[in-house]
C-alpha cells in the first residue's frame, strides 16, 4: 500500500474515499510547529478548514505565508507519485525544515484562501504580494521588510496530459520554496474540484475504489476468512465423516510418537517390578561366622 500512495495524500496517510467529483484536496506544511493534526481528516467541509487554519495562524508563526491555488484536481490526482513528487516531499516529512502538515483528502467546497490571507493582514499586520507563474521568480526574503509577507499564486486547471501540468505546477511550487531564501514560512496549498469539461477531456467520470486505511494483509485476511465460510457451506452436505476430518497430519504424527515412549514405559517398569531379593540380604549377620569375621 506504502508504494501505491507515493503522492501527497499518501505520505499524508490519509484515508480517502475517491467518491466525490465536487470535492479537492487541500494542503497545509509549516516550518512551525504548529498545533495541528498531521494526519487531517478523509473529508471535511471548506468553511470548516478555514476556520481551523485560522485559528492555527492567529499566533502569527511564520513571517512568509504562501497561498497556492491549483484549479481543477482531484484527490485521485495526487495518488501518483509522478503527479506531484515535490508536494509529497514536503507533506511526507522528508524535507528537515517542514515541522508541521495537515492535509484533508476530499474538500467540499473550495476553500476560500483570500477568506485566510485577509485574517493574516489583519491579525500579523502582512503585505500581500501575487506571483505571476509564467516567470515564477521571487526575490529572497531578505530583500523585503522585517514585517510577515504573503505571497500568492495560482495554477492553471490542467486538462490532458494532467500528470505532466501537475508535475511543472510542482516545479514551480519548489522553485518559489526555493526563492524565498528563509526557513521561516507557512504554505497553504489549496485547491478546486474538477470542471465537466475537464471531467470529459480526461475520457468522462472515472470510477472510484474505495482505499482501506488497514492497508493490503488486512484485505488478504478477510479475503481468505470469506472464502472458508463459502467452502465450509459447500460441505454442509454429506455424511458426517465427509464434512469433517477427525485425524490430521499432525495428530497422526503425535500417536506414532507417543507409542513407541510407551512401550519403552512399560518395559521399564516392567524389568523393576520383576526384580525378586529376599529380605535376608538386608539383614546384619549375627552368627558365629560374624564374629570370626571381626
Given at each position: 500500500m506504502a508504494k501505491t500512495l507515493v503522492g501527497a495524500l499518501a505520505l499524508a496517510s490519509l484515508p480517502c474515499a475517491l467518491a466525490f467529483l465536487d470535492t479537492s484536496p487541500f494542503f497545509l506544511f509549516s516550518t512551525a510547529k504548529l498545533a495541528i493534526d498531521g494526519r487531517g481528516a478523509a473529508i471535511a467541509r471548506a468553511t470548516s478548514i478555514v476556520d481551523q487554519v485560522e485559528e492555527t495562524l492567529s499566533n502569527c508563526p511564520s513571517k512568509t505565508y504562501l497561498f497556492v491555488q491549483q484549479n481543477g484536481v482531484s484527490a485521485a490526482d495526487y495518488l501518483d507519485g509522478l503527479s506531484a513528487p515535490r508536494l509529497g516531499h514536503f507533506m511526507g516529512g522528508k524535507h528537515g525544515d517542514v515541522k508541521s502538515t495537515m492535509a484533508v483528502s476530499e474538500a467540499v467546497g473550495t476553500v476560500d484562501w483570500n477568506a485566510i490571507s485577509t485574517y493574516v493582514q489583519a491579525k500579523c499586520g502582512a503585505e500581500m504580494l501575487q506571483v505571476d507563474l509564467s516567470a515564477p521568480t521571487v526575490s529572497p526574503r531578505s530583500e523585503y521588510p522585517p514585517e510577515p509577507l504573503i505571497i500568492y499564486a495560482t495554477l492553471s486547471a490542467p486538462l490532458a496530459p494532467r500528470a505532466a501540468v501537475?508535475?511543472?505546477?510542482?516545479?514551480?511550487?519548489?522553485?518559489?520554496?526555493?526563492?524565498?531564501?528563509?526557513?521561516?514560512?507557512?504554505?497553504?496549498?489549496?485547491?478546486?474540484?474538477?470542471?465537466?469539461?475537464?471531467?470529459?477531456?480526461?475520457?468522462?467520470?472515472?470510477?472510484?475504489?474505495?482505499?482501506?486505511?488497514?492497508?493490503?494483509?488486512?484485505?488478504?485476511?478477510?479475503?481468505?476468512?470469506?472464502?472458508?465460510?463459502?467452502r465450509r457451506d459447500e460441505q454442509d452436505e454429506g455424511g458426517l465423516f465427509e464434512r469433517y476430518q477427525y485425524l490430521s497430519p499432525g495428530l497422526f504424527m503425535g500417536i506414532t510418537a507417543v507409542i513407541p515412549l510407551l512401550i519403552i514405559l512399560y518395559v521399564g517398569l516392567t524389568a523393576i517390578t520383576s526384580l525378586e531379593v529376599s529380605y535376608f540380604a538386608f539383614s546384619k549377620e549375627m552368627g558365629p561366622s560374624a564374629q570370626r569375621k571381626q
Open positions: 501537475l508535475d511543472t505546477h510542482d516545479y514551480f511550487l519548489e522553485k518559489l520554496i526555493g526563492d524565498l531564501d528563509t526557513q521561516d514560512y507557512t504554505v497553504i496549498y489549496t485547491t478546486t474540484p474538477q470542471t465537466a469539461e475537464q471531467i470529459e477531456a480526461s475520457g468522462g467520470q472515472r470510477t472510484y475504489e474505495m482505499d482501506h486505511p488497514f492497508g493490503e494483509a488486512v484485505h488478504m485476511e478477510l479475503k481468505r476468512d470469506t472464502a472458508a465460510h463459502t
